[in-house]
Structures are given as structure tokens and as C-alpha cells.
């Protein structure tokens, strides 16, 4: 039986392509899962092979514990009992008795082959997550093994398989058994019991490694691709920047008769790819991202993180695009908020709010509506501009002299302060109480978060009730519940 588990281990490691080691693993595993299953006890027992000779010995296990519990009365041995025999024995320790084996024949081979197998199956999960775990961001080669309600399952080779989510597919991609198909590595499922791999043809950053491997330059570190946003499947824009002001980054990408940008299009079905050009102006590059359409005007709120974008009436669908595509893609590419209107409706827009600014400082630095406009007119647009500008700024303006100037900047100084003392005191006003901070199962955040809905004591609290908390709230209608009762308990004490 000895040179029988030598020869078993000698051919599952060849089969199945891991070590001796794994293999006689499983074995141990195998003839103890066996012999418990012999003596029909659920007792503890370990298996130790020799694997230079084969021979193997068994050994019966037993825990040491103060008081055996039911349910382990098998497994474990009183320390009372266990000093009796050694009476350096402490808690905690396992005493083992060798007992007799079981033959490695037939019955123990069946007995064996499913825990054999599960090892044999976990170690070979674990050499793909060795193998793959710091290759992810990596495009990958496949083919094509099935397709199934929209999954696409490609085998890798080496009995490794990749699975392509319907999420990170390509919409309405027609793949057929034993097509080659790249797409980018995203996850290594450690813990999934299907395809270890997960691969990605629809992100983004797909397409940047894709046009990577086509253009050199890229490689070569001359040219970058700053970002990229995709609809996949049907339109992707990519922007690209080079330090080398003699190499041009479109025309590299697009490359010889469009062969570079017509290869990765090809390989994503078909999707219309724009390469545009990097600006670390946000202004010049949202007019670039949103090609081809072309800007009339164009005005940045930084505060906002918006861009208002003006085109001609008839190039509205256009610089829309169909369903949005244009301006959503060109957001995403460069991180801006795109409203697209017609030039008149910016220009409305623009009346509108500079209406806006100007009653603004009508009433916070009490002047009439003549100077009023004149500051909208030179570019001011918040108090804060006007009390911290620099004073030349202010003296540039027509018919503006140093003492008007120090005028408006003491009014604007004035009016912040006084928004200042406001917002303290609505702060004060809103600030919890004890009783409310002190609850039980209350925190700062919470007794705060409550405090700015108006719900400042206790008393507060206990009139809500669960639907009404969990409004305001993202706690649960449990735990809801528990928090306002426990600001109720002291209602049912006084009486």
C-alpha cells in the first residue's frame, strides 16, 4: 500500500500540475476523513505519510479542557483525567494516541477521492490568483468557449478560464464559439467558485491600453493619453498630450490612412473613436472634447465646477449629440460639468444673472444701480472680489477714485462680517442640547446632523416618529426606532 499512495501522488501531481506536497496533503486529509467514517465517531484524528517510503501512521486527538462540553465529548479530555498520565499536561495542549490505520485500498480510495479532488482544486485556484493577482489592468487574449444571456467565458490557456460580465461587454457584440477576443483584466476572484478572472472590454481604461500596444509613441513615453470616456459599443473619446511640441499626438493615434485608430476601433466592434487634444486650460480643453461641434462662446464657473457652452441654433443637435452622447462623453472626458444652450439662450442666461449680481450689491453695500452694473460690467461678481481685490483693481474702474474705493471696500468688509455674525449665531441657534447629545446610542455627528433639521432636545426626538426619523437619516427603521424610544423612556419614569 506504501508504493500504491507513492504512485497516486506521483500521478495526480503530473495530472493535475501542483506539488507532491499538495497532494500528500490531501491524502492525510483523505484517510482521516476515512477512518472517522470507519469508526463512526467524530473524534479528531490526524494522518502523517512518510513520502519517501509511502508509510503512514495515524494518531487519535484529543484538546485538554477544564469541563468537556457535549458536543465535543469525542474530541476533547479533562485535565484531571490527562494529568493522570502526564502530569506536566496543561489546558489548551492536544495529546495524541496512535491508533491502528486503515488499509489505502479501494473502499479508503473512494472514501478519499472527493476530499483528494477539492485540495487538488484549491491549489489550482490558488496558482491562477498567484499567477494573475499584480497582472490586473493587463489586456488579455482569449477564446471564445461560450456565451450565455450575455457573459462571455473565454479560455486563457493552461485550463485557465475568464469570464466577460454583460456589464463589462460590449453592447450587442456578436461573439461566436472559438473567435479570439481581448479584453482587460479588472478582478482576481479569490473566493468565486466560477471564473477566477474578470475581464473588461467596456471600461475606459480598456481602450487607453488598447491604443497603447498600437502606438509606440505612447509606449515610448512621447505621448499620453490624459483621459478617456466611452459609450461602448458605439462612441469613445479619448484626449492625448505630448511634451514634444514637433510630435503630434492626434495624428500618431490616428496614424498612416487611419490604420492605428481603425485597428482598436476595429476591436470594439466598430466604435467611432475622437482623439482629441489636452488642455490643462479647462476651458480650451472642453472646447476640443466637444468636437465636432463648434463653440461660440464658452463661460467658467470654477465654483460650480461647470462650463456654459454657446453654439449656433442649427448646430444645437450636433453639439448635443444623439441622446446626449457628445456632451455626456465630453463631461466625463474632462471631468466638467457641460451645459450645452444656442447663443441666444446664453446670452438670457447671462443678462440673468448679471441681474442677479447686481441687486446683490444693491443691497449688501447700499449703492445705487448705476455703480452697481458698472462692477458687474468690470467682471465683479461676489463681495468677497470687492473687499479683497487689489486696490488698483478697483481704481482701473471709470470714474472710480481712492476714496470711492476705500468706501466700497469698507462696505463689502462690513457686509461679510456681518454674514459672518449670522451664520455664527444660526450655528448657536442650532447647536443640540445635552439632553440630546447625552442620549444613549446618540453621537456628535448625529445629535448635529439632527440638531441642523431643527430637532435640537430630546423632547424633539421623542416626538418623531420611525418614518419621519429615517427621513433625515440613513439609519435603519430598527435602529430608528430603538433611538426614539430611548428618548421616550423618560416620559414613562416621571409618570
Same mark, same amino acid.
Given at each position: 500500500?506504501?508504493?500504491?499512495? #507513492?504512485?497516486?501522488?506521483?500521478?495526480?501531481?503530473?495530472?493535475?500540475?501542483?506539488?507532491?506536497?499538495?497532494?500528500?496533503? $490531501?491524502?492525510?486529509?483523505? #484517510?482521516?476523513?476515512?477512518?472517522?467514517?470507519?469508526?463512526?465517531?467524530?473524534?479528531?484524528?490526524?494522518?502523517?505519510?512518510?513520502?519517501?517510503?509511502?508509510?503512514?501512521?495515524?494518531?487519535?486527538?484529543?484538546?485538554?479542557?477544564?469541563?468537556?462540553?457535549?458536543?465535543?465529548?469525542?474530541?476533547?479530555?479533562?485535565?484531571?483525567?490527562?494529568?493522570?498520565?502526564?502530569?506536566?499536561?496543561?489546558?489548551?495542549?492536544?495529546?495524541?494516541?496512535?491508533?491502528?490505520?486503515?488499509?489505502?485500498?479501494?473502499?479508503? *480510495?473512494?472514501?478519499?477521492?472527493?476530499?483528494?479532488?477539492?485540495?487538488?482544486?484549491?491549489?489550482?485556484?490558488?496558482?491562477?490568483?498567484?499567477?494573475?493577482?499584480?497582472?490586473?489592468?493587463?489586456?488579455?487574449?482569449?477564446?471564445?468557449?461560450?456565451?450565455?444571456?450575455?457573459?462571455?467565458?473565454?479560455?486563457?490557456?493552461?485550463?485557465?478560464?475568464?469570464?466577460?460580465?454583460?456589464?463589462?461587454?460590449?453592447?450587442?457584440?456578436?461573439?461566436?464559439?472559438?473567435?479570439?477576443?481581448?479584453?482587460?483584466?479588472?478582478?482576481?476572484?479569490?473566493?468565486?467558485?466560477?471564473? @477566477?478572472?474578470?475581464?473588461?472590454?467596456?471600461?475606459?481604461?480598456?481602450?487607453?491600453?488598447?491604443?497603447?500596444?498600437?502606438?509606440?509613441?505612447?509606449?515610448?513615453?512621447?505621448?499620453?493619453?490624459? !483621459?478617456?470616456?466611452?459609450?461602448?459599443?458605439?462612441? !469613445?473619446?479619448?484626449?492625448?498630450?505630448?511634451?514634444? $511640441?514637433?510630435?503630434?499626438?492626434?495624428?500618431?493615434?490616428?496614424?498612416?490612412?487611419?490604420?492605428?485608430?481603425?485597428?482598436?476601433?476595429?476591436?470594439?466592434?466598430?466604435?467611432?473613436?475622437?482623439? *482629441? @487634444?489636452?488642455?490643462?486650460?479647462?476651458?480650451?480643453?472642453?472646447?476640443?472634447?466637444?468636437?465636432?461641434?463648434?463653440?461660440? =462662446?464658452?463661460?467658467?464657473?470654477?465654483?460650480?465646477?461647470?462650463?456654459?457652452?454657446?453654439?449656433?441654433?442649427?448646430?444645437?443637435?450636433?453639439?448635443?449629440?444623439?441622446?446626449?452622447?457628445? *456632451?455626456?462623453?465630453?463631461?466625463?472626458?474632462?471631468?466638467?460639468?457641460?451645459?450645452?444652450?444656442?447663443?441666444?439662450? !446664453? =446670452?438670457?442666461?447671462?443678462?440673468?444673472?448679471?441681474?442677479?449680481?447686481?441687486?446683490?450689491?444693491?443691497?449688501?453695500?447700499?449703492?445705487?444701480?448705476?455703480?452697481?452694473?458698472?462692477?458687474?460690467?468690470?467682471?465683479?461678481? =461676489?463681495?468677497?472680489?470687492?473687499?479683497?481685490?487689489?486696490?488698483?483693481?478697483?481704481?482701473?474702474?471709470?470714474?472710480?477714485?481712492?476714496? *470711492?474705493?476705500?468706501?466700497?471696500?469698507?462696505?463689502?468688509?462690513?457686509?461679510?462680517?456681518?454674514?459672518?455674525? =449670522?451664520?455664527?449665531?444660526?450655528?448657536?441657534?442650532?447647536?443640540?442640547?445635552?439632553?440630546?447629545?447625552? #442620549?444613549?446610542?446618540?453621537?456628535?455627528?448625529?445629535?448635529?446632523? #439632527?440638531?441642523?433639521?431643527?430637532?435640537?432636545?430630546?423632547?424633539?426626538?421623542?416626538?418623531?416618529?420611525?418614518?419621519?426619523?429615517?427621513?433625515?437619516?440613513?439609519?435603519?427603521?430598527?435602529?430608528?426606532?430603538?433611538?426614539?424610544?430611548?428618548?421616550?423612556?423618560?416620559?414613562?419614569?416621571?409618570?
Amino acid at each position: 500500500m506504501s508504493k500504491e499512495i #507513492l504512485y497516486v501522488a506521483e500521478a495526480l501531481s503530473n495530472e493535475k500540475n501542483v506539488s507532491k506536497e499538495v497532494i500528500f496533503e $490531501a491524502i492525510e486529509l483523505a #484517510l482521516a476523513t476515512a477512518t472517522r467514517k470507519k469508526h463512526r465517531k467524530d473524534m479528531e484524528v490526524k494522518v502523517i505519510i512518510d513520502t519517501t517510503t509511502g508509510n503512514y501512521r495515524s494518531y487519535r486527538q484529543w484538546e485538554v479542557v477544564e469541563e468537556i462540553e457535549d458536543e465535543f465529548e469525542d474530541k476533547q479530555i479533562t485535565l484531571e483525567d490527562a494529568k493522570a498520565d502526564d502530569p506536566e499536561v496543561e489546558l489548551g495542549d492536544i495529546l495524541e494516541e496512535e491508533m491502528e490505520s486503515i488499509e489505502f485500498g479501494r473502499i479508503a *480510495v473512494q472514501t478519499a477521492k472527493q476530499v483528494i479532488l477539492q485540495k487538488v482544486r484549491e491549489a489550482e485556484r490558488m496558482q491562477v490568483v498567484d499567477r494573475f493577482e499584480d497582472r490586473v489592468g493587463e489586456v488579455l487574449n482569449g477564446i471564445v468557449k461560450r456565451a450565455d444571456r450575455g457573459h462571455i467565458f473565454l479560455d486563457l490557456g493552461n485550463k485557465v478560464e475568464a469570464i466577460i460580465p454583460r456589464e463589462h461587454g460590449i453592447p450587442r457584440e456578436m461573439v461566436r464559439r472559438g473567435d479570439r477576443l481581448r479584453g482587460m483584466l479588472i478582478e482576481v476572484n479569490k473566493e468565486s467558485r466560477g471564473p @477566477l478572472l474578470t475581464l473588461s472590454r467596456g471600461a475606459p481604461s480598456f481602450i487607453i491600453e488598447l491604443f497603447k500596444v498600437e502606438v509606440p509613441e505612447i509606449d515610448q513615453g512621447l505621448i499620453t493619453i490624459k !483621459a478617456a470616456a466611452r459609450d461602448p459599443g458605439f462612441r !469613445a473619446k479619448i484626449a492625448v498630450f505630448s511634451s514634444d $511640441a514637433k510630435l503630434d499626438p492626434i495624428g500618431a493615434c490616428v496614424g498612416m490612412r487611419g490604420s492605428r485608430v481603425m485597428s482598436v476601433s476595429n476591436e470594439l466592434g466598430g466604435e467611432r473613436i475622437d482623439i *482629441v @487634444l489636452w488642455d490643462e486650460d479647462p476651458a480650451h480643453f472642453v472646447i476640443n472634447a466637444m468636437a465636432p461641434a463648434e463653440i461660440e =462662446s464658452i463661460i467658467v464657473d470654477e465654483e460650480r465646477h461647470s462650463i456654459d457652452v454657446a453654439v449656433a441654433e442649427d448646430k444645437l443637435s450636433q453639439a448635443i449629440g444623439r441622446g446626449g452622447q457628445n *456632451v455626456r462623453l465630453a463631461s466625463e472626458l474632462t471631468g466638467w460639468n457641460i451645459n450645452v444652450m444656442t447663443a441666444e439662450e !446664453a =446670452s438670457e442666461k447671462n443678462q440673468s444673472e448679471a441681474m442677479e449680481f447686481v441687486e446683490k450689491f444693491m443691497q449688501k453695500l447700499d449703492i445705487d444701480e448705476d455703480m452697481s452694473v458698472l462692477l458687474v460690467q468690470e467682471g465683479f461678481t =461676489s463681495i468677497d472680489e470687492i473687499a479683497y481685490v487689489e486696490e488698483s483693481e478697483l481704481l482701473s474702474v471709470e470714474g472710480f477714485d481712492e476714496d *470711492v474705493v476705500a468706501e466700497l471696500r469698507q462696505r463689502a468688509r462690513d457686509a461679510l462680517l456681518t454674514q459672518l455674525i =449670522s451664520n455664527e449665531e444660526k450655528l448657536e441657534e442650532s447647536k443640540p442640547a445635552e439632553d440630546l447629545l447625552t #442620549l444613549a446610542g446618540m453621537n456628535d455627528k448625529l445629535a448635529y446632523d #439632527l440638531a441642523s433639521k431643527e430637532i435640537i432636545t430630546r423632547d424633539d426626538l421623542a416626538d418623531l416618529a420611525t418614518d419621519e426619523l429615517m427621513d433625515i437619516t440613513d439609519m435603519t427603521e430598527a435602529n430608528a426606532s430603538e433611538l426614539i424610544m430611548e428618548a421616550r423612556k423618560h416620559w414613562f419614569e416621571e409618570e
